[in-house]
């Protein structure tokens, strides 16, 4: 959808948000060239591209292909058509990496995947009694008549398109049956040590093995072609919240259908007959321009399974462990350490375990009496959750914020918040309409004061999930405090995502939809007013996505008053910098390296004064849905060390990494700074470094 800034009858025009998602996934796929970064990891970047275009084509494509068919929408055939380009050539791309660069590259170390042309007879004999013996009794050919229509194929599913010739047992000629290969059946097999030449480790794909056995499928008859294929359906979940009565059972109902929405891609391999493509395209009622044809497996992501069964710790990035904050005190319970400082954590080089701790001192300290947390993705194995079913079982007030929409994990979540009612938890699911995102924990302590006991709050806030698994892959900042004003305000979200009543705005929290979105344009003002008076005045924004026009346009006026305004974003980005007469003190980078940045940042200047900067940190990115469609907050650091810190660790190094970052030019393409300088990862991973763990 075309946007543009506006400003003395100029315009600007800003870049496609689609295309700016793209990009960054050429920027992913760009590691799994790096000759830094060892064999299997770089298989995992191809697999992440996989996965990040799986979502691309369930949710912004299929609401881009919507906004498409509406005289308003804002997209033209043009647009589409160069966006769907732009994911072809992507596609194209990484299957030459993967076939040309990556799998050559892990062979040579030994790690090989074998089609049946290359197995010997001893493996072929092996795969033909795993297919008998674990594969065959779970597939059901089914021939296509009109008795037999075609088949519901689920979203993302690996099934295989046959044509047969001959005739059935009726004496009919079905010429055309579809195998749909069940979800609960590895993707990728490996063979046993013994069969396997000396110094290598085989696997074979489930794909290569029903392959070549296909015939034994359709006894009497003979395969003539086939292909595997897979599509790709929105996977928005359809839900009208404004007409339900219980939001988590009309969740539940619709979970079953997700699979089965409609189709935006089909995949088949490269060989694939033209006429099964077009009988495919036209059973899913695509056109032309959904059908892809790849290289080699039609679903990348599986093979994640041969880099969790591959014995090769030298092909990985070699292991850490998070170091334990030198600002606790391992034996010191953390409330009393908090009554004296808050504390900053900061993931994945701090462990995620202190906020563990803290929950389970909470759940086990007879003197706590209420927890509060939001729940977006803990997984649906959870320590931090068993300790809040375990605070209910002791009689504590809980209250759980559930976000049952949390997208790919509203099952897991739904699972949770029965659990916890079961126990008697109050369980909430935010508010109608808005996703509750903001990541919170907060509890109530009774202790002794002056004149008798007194009830003291203690809270965590986060730029990222409750979940300790992504906490060791993704870049966040924790903050542990007392401080009486910030847990006060962390206690107003929690009343009013529970009440739902009109209550006093919180002090020092913004919050969406309420203030956030107001107050960040009038920090931008604020610093597009210094600039233009000659004072100091600076913006340093560290964010996932930059897509809200309103605050794009604040960022623009900021710069073009005279304002130096840096911006690391490590995903789409539609601001173009470096344009005359615009953007030219706009410099815009992206960092892509080991972890996956996403930590929130914001950092504002408007003069010389200490009372003219601030620093938040948020849940928020800079996108109109968190602004308007989220419970989201942003909290400043007002503890100058603290805040002090976060500069030197979140901004300061991302702005000279000269190893994994991008520069963003002014048509939106990206270009790497450099490979041998330094790197904000490594040089935080080498600062907080303690002894790797063996293994």
């Known amino acids: 959808m075309k946007a543009e800034v506006s400003r003395r009858g100029a315009k600007l025009a800003l870049l496609n948000r689609e295309r700016a998602i793209l990009e960054f996934n050429h920027r992913v796929l ?25 979502e691309f084509f369930e949710v912004r494509f299929g609401d881009y292909l919507d906004a498409s068919r509406l005289p308003d929408g804002g997209v033209s055939a043009g647009d589409l058509a160069e966006v769907a380009a732009a994911a072809h050539e992507l596609i194209t791309r990484q299957y030459a990496v993967f076939n040309d660069e990556v799998m050559p590259a892990l062979q040579r170390e030994g790690i090989v995947i074998l089609n049946h042309a290359q197995r010997n007879a001893a493996q072929r004999r092996w795969v033909e009694q795993f297919f008998h013996r674990y594969v065959r009794p779970l597939l059901v050919p089914v021939g296509l008549d009109p008795a037999h229509p075609f088949p519901q194929v689920a979203n993302k599913s690996l099934n295989f398109i046959v044509k047969l010739g001959g005739k059935d047992a009726f004496g009919r000629e079905n010429g055309i049956a579809i195998v ?6 590895p993707r990728v097999i490996r063979l046993p040590d013994e069969l396997a030449a000396r110094g290598q480790q085989a696997f074979v794909l489930l794909s290569s093995v029903i392959r070549a056995h296909l015939e034994e499928l359709f006894p009497g008859r003979p395969v003539e072609a086939f292909s595997q294929f897979r599509v790709t359906r929105d996977s928005d979940l359809a839900i009208d919240e404004q007409d339900v009565t219980n939001l988590r059972q009309a969740l539940r109902t619709s979970l079953s259908t997700r699979h089965f929405g409609k189709a935006i891609r089909l995949e088949v ?13 036209h059973q899913f009622g695509l056109p032309d321009a959904a059908l892809y044809r790849v290289n080699g497996p039609v679903n990348l992501v599986r093979l994640n399974q041969l880099i969790q069964q591959a014995d090769a710790p030298a092909l990985r990035f070699p292991r850490f462990e998070p170091a334990w904050p030198a600002a606790l005190q391992r034996a010191v319970p953390i409330f009393e350490q908090l009554r004296q400082q808050d504390v900053l954590l900061h993931h994945p080089f701090e462990s995620f375990e202190p906020v563990v701790q803290l929950l389970r001192e909470a759940v086990y300290d007879p003197d706590v009496l209420a927890i509060k947390q939001t729940i977006y993705r803990t997984g649906a194995q959870s320590v931090l959750m068993d300790l809040l079913l375990e605070a209910a079982r002791r009689g504590k007030e809980v209250m759980a914020v559930v976000e049952l929409k949390a997208r790919h994990d509203e099952e897991a ?28 924990l907060l509890i109530t302590r009774r202790e002794a004061g002056r004149s008798g006991p007194v009830l003291r709050r203690y809270a965590h806030l986060s730029t990222g999930n409750y979940n300790p698994r992504t906490a060791r892959q993704y870049t966040d900042v924790g903050y542990l405090t007392a401080d009486p004003d910030l847990t006060a305000d962390v206690d107003t979200v929690f009343r ?29 003002g604020q610093v597009a007013e210094a600039a233009a008076a000659g004072r100091p005045a600076r913006v340093v924004l560290k964010l996932n996505a930059l897509t809200d026009v309103p605050l794009i346009e604040a960022l623009v006026h900021a710069a073009q008053a005279g304002a130096q305004v840096d911006l690391v974003v490590r995903g789409a980005c539609i601001l173009p910098p470096g344009v005359k007469g615009w953007t030219e ?6 960092v892509v390296g080991r972890f996956l940045e996403h930590s929130r940042v914001l950092y504002f200047r408007w003069g010389r004064g200490a009372d003219e900067e601030v620093l938040y940190l948020s849940s928020a990115d800079w996108m109109s849905r968190n602004m308007f469609r989220r419970i989201e907050v942003a909290w400043p650091v007002r ?22 970052a991008w520069r963003q030019l002014p048509d939106g393409r990206y270009e790497r700074i450099g490979t041998d300088g330094p790197s904000a990862q490594q040089a935080l991973l080498a600062r907080y470094s303690v002894q790797p763990a063996v293994g």
Request: proline residues 6%.
């Open 585 to 590: 003190r706009v410099r815009v980078r992206s």
């Open 180 to 185: 749909k290969v069940p979800r609960v059946l």
């Open 413 to 440: 979540n739904i699972n949770w918040a029965e659990q916890l009612e079961a126990v008697g938890a109050q369980v909430v699911y935010g508010v109608v309409g808005l996703k509750t995102h903001a990541k919170l």
């Open 30 to 54: 760009a590691q799994a060239r790096r000759p830094d970064v060892p064999y299997l990891e770089r298989l995992r970047y191809v697999c992440i591209v996989s996965s990040n275009l799986d």
């Open 269 to 281: 391999v490269s060989s694939c007959p033209p006429e099964l493509s077009a009988f495919l395209l």
């Open 639 to 660: 503890d100058a060390a603290l805040r002090q810190r976060i500069i030197d660790e979140c901004l300061v190094p991302y702005l000279h990494d000269a190893k994994d």
């Open 496 to 524: 009013q995502l529970a009440s739902l009543t009109r209550l006093r705005a919180p002090r020092l929290l913004l919050m969406a939809p309420f203030t956030l979105h107001r107050q960040l344009l009038r920090h931008l």
